[in-house]
């Protein structure tokens, strides 16, 4: 009987290494900030703040490392900066990757203009929402399906955490306000959208009370309006 040849490896999903990369920055960083604000002059011995110091600053070098390789090995995947998916065509090859990819950075940066230190957004959680939101979306409009992302990217806590300026605003429903703006953008512009993220969030700041409370026709009827003045 002949040998049949070896099945090919599966698509590579660099989605949970680049999170757990993400994570180990982002804990290492916090935990160095923590030690510093949470400890009060003269609490601890200034040879053991130094320790301490070092050992958090070796954690974020190596959670900075990890983050640059899994950033790299994403680019190498679905190439620089790749757009997402036309919200009207769910089917296109790599989809959820190219969606949670710009999902991440689209997110990011609606938290910052919110006036965000720093967040953690999780890259596979975003897949899953568009797996979600799209299974059964075969001949809707793209502002449905964005309606549906919306749901679907808040169910699934995409946003994990947010760490707020000291002192600065914290706006209620802050997660609701960048996935609306995110989604916005990308409606508008899909190849230029990062750049449309501070406008897009500048107006679910406007409608911040509506989108507390708004069911999915609304919701599409929203990006339908604001598409265009973004």
């Not at 660099?14 to 804990?27: C, G, Q, S, T, W």
């Not at 919306?150 to 996935?179: D, N």
């Amino acid at each position: 009987m002949p040998n049949r040849p070896p099945l090919p490896p599966p698509p590579l999903d660099p989605a949970p290494l680049k999170d757990m990369a993400r994570l180990l920055h982002f804990a290492a960083r916090q935990g160095g900030r923590s030690l510093r604000r949470g400890l009060p002059p003269g609490t601890l011995p200034e040879p053991a703040i130094r320790l301490a110091d070092a050992a958090f600053a070796s954690a974020e070098r190596l959670g900075k490392e990890a983050r640059r390789g899994a950033s790299a090995l994403g680019r190498a995947v679905l190439g620089e900066d790749a757009p997402p998916p036309p919200l009207s065509h769910p089917e296109e090859a790599a989809a959820a990757a190219r969606f949670a990819a710009a999902a991440h950075d689209g997110l990011r940066i609606a938290l910052a203009h919110l006036g965000a230190e720093s967040c953690l957004v999780s890259e596979a959680a975003a897949q899953s929402a568009w797996r979600q939101a799209t299974q059964d979306s075969a001949g809707q409009s793209d502002s449905a399906t964005a309606a549906a992302l919306f749901a679907a990217l808040l169910a699934v806590q995409a946003v994990r955490e947010t760490v707020w300026t000291e002192g600065g605003p914290q706006p209620a429903g802050a997660p609701r306000l960048a996935v609306f703006a995110t989604l916005l953008a990308m409606l508008a512009e899909p190849a230029g959208f990062r750049d449309l993220i501070p406008a897009a969030t500048d107006i679910a700041l406007a409608l911040q009370g509506e989108l507390a409370v708004a069911q999915p026709a609304a919701l599409q009827a929203m990006f339908d309006e604001f598409r265009a003045h973004v």
